[in-house]
């Protein structure tokens, strides 16, 4: 007869991360435009992206050279929480700043 406790033992399998159902990532990505200034631009990534003001700038310079740039990497809920905060701090400054979430 077999005891349950070893049936579960030979049935017990570790995932490795690959497996392990971790959420999905996804690249927040602010959108160049010809009407929000660049300081606007970097006071978004310093306020709602926490990043420190040198590499604020940098990624300004690429939304603005580039048409985009990454603003940041994050699990579903949090980008779509950070991308509504753009949105909103952008309409209500008068600006058109846009910014997309694309999976990582």
């Known amino acids: 007869m077999t005891n349950i406790r070893d049936a579960a033992k030979t ?11 971790l959420p999905p990532r996804y690249r927040v990505v602010l959108l160049n435009d010809h009407y929000t200034t660049m300081e606007f631009v970097v006071e978004i990534l310093e306020q709602v992206f926490l990043k420190p003001h040198d590499e604020a700038v ?3 310079l690429a939304v603005h050279g580039h ?16 991308c509504a905060a753009v949105h909103r701090r952008a309409r209500c ?11 990582e």
Do not use: W
């Open 11 to 21: 049935h017990t399998a570790v995932k490795d991360t690959d497996e392990a159902g």
């Open 58 to 60: 940098k990624i300004m």
């Open 93 to 103: 400054e008068g600006f058109p700043l846009r910014c997309v979430m694309e999976p």
């Open 67 to 82: 048409g985009s740039g990454v603003a940041g990497v994050y699990v579903r809920q949090v980008a779509e929480t950070k």
